[in-house]
């Protein structure tokens, strides 16, 4: 921004020096300019044939003012010029203001009228092209006598001057024109950088407009008759018409596209002024015609700019809060004088030239400052933001970050209190961005209102007043608190930001009740620096409340929790990758016959760095990073190989492993398990998939049709922790579990518990009526296990029977059991002879 306001006002500076030389140029030259009168005598002959003519004109006919002479198109004009009045005066120098004429010939007679002979050289011939001009010696030369011709309606200037007047006079129009022309060069070069550094549209309209001006300066002042002496002077006006119509056709487009920009023009009208625009292009090519159609043509796009300016003026009346661009105004209002003085040319000719020159120097003033402040508001508009949420408008996390590094540096204590709402993400899905956005603009102007005579810092000052709320991201918003960290401070603020959230949103008849998550934390209690303290307070945002707590403040514990929890999601790929995993084996036992029934798969990791992990630590982090897909993937294939192992051993063990509710819709995991019992080689009927009771109500999915794909392949299916979830008998009957396992809070105190008798004694007489067998995990002694098996519990885990072993233990295990003998209790006796002598 500071480059481009420096750039703009040097290039205001430069153009208002080039525009005072052009005018006190123009006014010198005025004064200097001495008439001129003679005889004016229309004749198409040769000067042998016409020289009768003049006599007889000089004789018959009265002198005429030679200054501004209007000719006919297509008709050759004599002006005869009486130099001996001119004798005691110092003016030596004749010449025709007009480059476009199809020729033009002087002539310089005695007093008989013989033609004296005329001395050129190289700068006369250079010079001559663009101001023809004759030098005669005022001792012989009585009569000066000048032949021009133009092939349309066109205006003569015929001068005299000193020698000194005469190279004054070449000296300010090449000066006017070296500086017009390195202007329009200028201005050709700032709006290509624009274009360059912004690719903004207008800059291309701003390049194609300064190039036809350039170019029909150029023609007008006559640089073509240096290029070319092939091309009629005719075609040297035709090509002028052209670029200025060009040019205006140019502007209109720009006009509209920029006000279509600022939607003041609606699509369809939009189309329909560019059509009107592109009426003036190809209009171009009527313009090789004649003067009048050209200024027919350049009156309709005259007109056409006066229509579209009459539009606007009664647009922002009626719509008041609409931004007027005045710089364009500015602009359209140099182009309307620009046409206007190319009409005013077409009639009154070549007098009006140093008015246009300053016409052209105060468009491309106006153009390239209207470009500049456009670009200047649109880097204002970029910077802006960058430090500002598009769609509230709050300042965002780099703004606030620049105040909380000011209030670091003064070392002034502040803290940070971090809230979401956190009815705002169901609320975006269900009633929409747009309508979620204005309710937040709402409730934020509320809760400013009411923060404003706190002790909070005012992170912007704007047009609407202060701003002491930031949004961070799409749902976290800060307020920073200053001064020392004080809770009746924090504990006010937090029941202003609850009541101003407390009314929720509405849409359509539909409320979601809102509340709010706080965190807080404190400079320089908690952090050092500005980034950091932002990362306390996200830290403390994150913390779950626990017993009706309406804030949290930034805790060290709950960072090295956090802290570790992410080392165990880090270490867990690498764990699967490294084989750092194992499973191990807990037997499970029928109760009626004292055999081993199978075993329960149970996952363990050790790593070299963090320990032991327990497994309820590591599969939440692992289900929330999305690893956990891969970690099912290698305890069924890894619960699969043993199993060929143990079935070498006891054909009818059953394994049984846990899987995560993440992984139940998995449509690839049961091709996995296709895949693994054909190429080892098992019983599908052998496998057992224990599924959590939560897993099982899980919202919103149809568990029975994610069940039945494995029972097509003939893996059975239990329900792990019966009792902690929300089960019903109908449930339970329409998912047709094959086992119910009955958690082990309910086993461990089955002996003094009447309620967990109650419980267990119930699941099994509905796993009975349901044609599924109960699993009792938690057996720790013998009183349960006789207990439970009274009931109708069929099988028996826990450590009565054994811990949870390696898969080396466990083979060991088994191999000891095989023969193992109906159970009996630690004295000795029977079960099933203790069951039949207490009466269960």
């Known amino acids: 921004m500071v480059l481009v306001s420096t750039i703009a006002r040097a290039v205001f500076i430069n153009l208002l020096l080039v525009l005072f030389s052009i005018v006190v140029s123009s006014c010198a030259f005025a004064a200097n300019n001495s008439a001129v009168t003679g005889w004016i005598v229309p004749a198409d002959t040769s000067f042998a044939t016409a020289k009768p003519l003049l006599q007889n004109?000089?004789?018959?006919?009265?002198?005429?003012?030679?200054?501004?002479?209007?000719?006919?198109?297509?008709?050759?004009?004599?002006?005869?010029?009486?130099?001996?009045?001119?004798?005691?005066?110092?003016?030596?120098?004749?010449?025709?203001?007009?480059?476009?004429?199809?020729?033009?010939?002087?002539?310089?007679?005695?007093?008989?009228?013989?033609?004296?002979?005329?001395?050129?050289?190289?700068?006369?011939?250079?010079?001559?092209?663009?101001?023809?001009?004759?030098?005669?010696?005022?001792?012989?030369?009585?009569?000066?006598?000048?032949?021009?011709?133009?092939?349309?309606?066109?205006?003569?200037?015929?001068?005299?001057?000193?020698?000194?007047?005469?190279?004054?006079?070449?000296?300010?129009?090449?000066?006017?024109?070296?500086?017009?022309?390195?202007?329009?060069?200028?201005?050709?070069?700032?709006?290509?950088?624009?274009?360059?550094?912004?690719?903004?549209?207008?800059?291309?309209?701003?390049?194609?407009?300064?190039?036809?001006?350039?170019?029909?300066?150029?023609?007008?002042?006559?640089?073509?008759?240096?290029?070319?002496?092939?091309?009629?002077?005719?075609?040297?006006?035709?090509?002028?018409?052209?670029?200025?119509?060009?040019?205006?056709?140019?502007?209109?487009?720009?006009?509209?596209?920029?006000?279509?920009?600022?939607?003041?023009?609606?699509?369809?009208?939009?189309?329909?002024?560019?059509?009107?625009?592109?009426?003036?292009?190809?209009?171009?090519?009527?313009?090789?015609?004649?003067?009048?159609?050209?200024?027919?043509?350049?009156?309709?796009?005259?007109?056409?700019?006066?229509?579209?300016l009459s539009y606007l003026f009664f647009y922002w009346r009626s719509n008041?809060?609409?931004?007027?661009?005045?710089?364009?105004?500015?602009?359209?209002?140099?182009?309307?004088?620009?046409?206007?003085?190319?009409?005013?040319?077409?009639?009154?000719?070549?007098?009006?030239?140093?008015?246009?020159?300053?016409?052209?120097?105060?468009?491309?003033?106006?153009?390239?400052?209207?470009?500049?402040?456009?670009?200047?508001?649109?880097?204002?508009?970029?910077?802006?933001?960058?430090?500002?949420?598009?769609?509230?408008?709050?300042?965002?996390?780099?703004?606030?970050?620049?105040?909380?590094?000011?209030?670091?540096?003064?070392?002034?204590?502040?803290?940070?209190?971090?809230f979401r709402p956190a009815v705002l993400s169901n609320a975006r899905a269900n009633f929409g961005y747009e309508h979620v956005n204005e309710h937040i603009k709402v409730t934020m102007s509320k809760l400013a209102q009411q923060l404003a005579p706190m002790?909070?810092?005012?992170?912007?000052?704007?047009?609407?007043?202060?701003?002491?709320?930031?949004?961070?991201?799409?749902?976290?918003?800060?307020?920073?608190?200053?001064?020392?960290?004080?809770?009746?401070?924090?504990?006010?603020?937090?029941?202003?930001?609850?009541?101003?959230?407390?009314?929720?949103?509405?849409h359509k008849r539909l409320h979601l009740i809102?509340?709010?998550?706080?965190?807080?934390?404190?400079?320089p209690l908690h952090a050092s620096t500005s980034s950091q303290l932002v990362q306390r307070g996200l830290q403390a945002l994150g913390v779950k409340p626990l017993h009706g707590e309406r804030w949290h403040m930034f805790n060290i514990e709950n960072v090295t929790l956090s802290q570790r929890r992410i080392a165990i999601a880090s270490a867990l790929k690498e764990a699967i990758e490294c084989d750092q995993l194992s499973l191990f084996f807990q037997p499970q036992i029928d109760l009626n016959t004292g055999k081993v029934h199978g075993g329960e798969a149970l996952l363990r990791w050790e790593h070299p760095q963090l320990g032991h992990v327990p497994p309820d630590l590591f599969i939440p982090i692992a289900e929330s990073s999305g690893i956990i897909s891969d970690l099912t993937e290698w305890v069924i294939t890894q619960a699969l190989i043993y199993q060929k192992q143990i079935t070498a051993l006891l054909p009818e063990h059953i394994v049984s492993i846990n899987i995560s509710a993440k992984d139940l819709l998995r449509k690839d995991l049961?091709?996995?398990?296709?895949?693994?019992?054909?190429?080892?080689?098992?019983?599908?009927?052998?496998?057992?998939?224990?599924?959590?009771?939560?897993?099982?109500?899980?919202?919103?999915?149809?568990?029975?049709?994610?069940?039945?794909?494995?029972r097509l392949i003939g893996v059975k299916i239990a329900i792990d922790d019966f009792g902690t979830g929300y089960s019903s008998l109908a449930y339970l009957s329409k998912m047709g579990f094959d086992e119910i396992k009955i958690d082990k809070q309910f086993v461990m105190n089955i002996e003094y518990s009447k309620n967990d008798q109650t419980i267990c004694r119930a699941t099994c007489d509905i796993a009975k009526s349901l044609g599924s067998y109960v699993v009792a995990e938690g057996i720790e002694d013998s009183q349960s296990m006789v207990k439970l098996q009274s009931y109708g519990c069929e099988i028996g885990q826990g450590y009565y029977f054994s811990r949870p072993l390696t898969f080396d233990a466990y083979m060991l295990w088994l191999e000891q059991h095989l023969e193992t003998t109906p159970l009996v209790t630690s004295d000795g006796q029977r079960v099933t002879d203790l069951i039949e002598k207490n009466n269960y």
């Open 670 to 710: 049961p091709v996995l398990f296709i895949t693994l019992l054909d190429e080892f080689k098992l019983n599908a009927s052998n496998v057992m998939l224990e599924l959590t009771e939560s897993a099982t109500l899980f919202e919103g999915v149809d568990i029975k049709n994610a069940l039945n794909d494995y």
């Open 320 to 418: 008041s809060k609409q931004a007027i661009p005045y710089e364009f105004l500015v602009v359209w209002c140099a182009v309307i004088l620009q046409t206007l003085c190319w009409q005013a040319t077409l009639v009154a000719g070549s007098q009006l030239y140093p008015f246009n020159d300053v016409l052209i120097v105060v468009n491309a003033l106006a153009f390239v400052m209207a470009l500049l402040i456009h670009e200047r508001k649109r880097v204002k508009q970029y910077n802006y933001s960058l430090t500002h949420d598009d769609e509230t408008q709050l300042p965002n996390k780099l703004l606030l970050i620049k105040r909380l590094d000011s209030q670091v540096k003064l070392s002034s204590a502040h803290s940070i209190l971090l």
């Open 57 to 308: 004109a000089i004789k018959t006919k009265t002198k005429s003012d030679l200054s501004h002479v209007r000719i006919k198109a297509a008709q050759d004009y004599w002006f005869i010029i009486d130099l001996s009045q001119y004798r005691k005066s110092p003016l030596s120098v004749i010449y025709a203001d007009n480059v476009h004429l199809s020729h033009v010939d002087f002539y310089t007679l005695d007093d008989d009228f013989n033609q004296l002979d005329a001395v050129h050289d190289d700068i006369h011939r250079l010079i001559n092209k663009v101001l023809p001009h004759q030098t005669y010696s005022g001792d012989r030369a009585h009569w000066a006598v000048i032949s021009a011709r133009h092939n349309d309606v066109e205006w003569i200037n015929i001068g005299f001057a000193t020698k000194q007047q005469f190279i004054e006079l070449v000296n300010t129009k090449l000066r006017n024109f070296i500086l017009i022309i390195g202007l329009l060069l200028l201005c050709i070069s700032i709006a290509g950088t624009v274009y360059i550094l912004s690719h903004q549209t207008i800059s291309l309209y701003l390049l194609a407009y300064l190039g036809c001006i350039l170019s029909e300066f150029l023609i007008a002042q006559g640089a073509l008759n240096y290029v070319s002496d092939a091309l009629l002077p005719l075609w040297y006006i035709k090509l002028q018409f052209s670029f200025q119509v060009l040019a205006l056709a140019v502007i209109n487009v720009c006009f509209i596209h920029y006000l279509q920009s600022l939607t003041i023009l609606k699509p369809r009208q939009y189309k329909l002024f560019a059509y009107v625009s592109l009426f003036s292009v190809t209009a171009i090519l009527s313009c090789f015609m004649a003067q009048s159609v050209h200024f027919v043509v350049v009156t309709l796009s005259l007109g056409f700019m006066l229509v579209l």
């Open 455 to 506: 002790n909070v810092l005012c992170v912007e000052t704007n047009k609407q007043g202060l701003r002491c709320i930031v949004r961070l991201d799409d749902s976290t918003y800060a307020v920073v608190i200053l001064g020392k960290l004080e809770l009746s401070q924090i504990e006010q603020l937090v029941c202003v930001i609850n009541s101003v959230f407390a009314e929720g949103i509405t």
């Open 514 to 523: 809102d509340k709010v998550e706080i965190g807080v934390a404190n400079y």
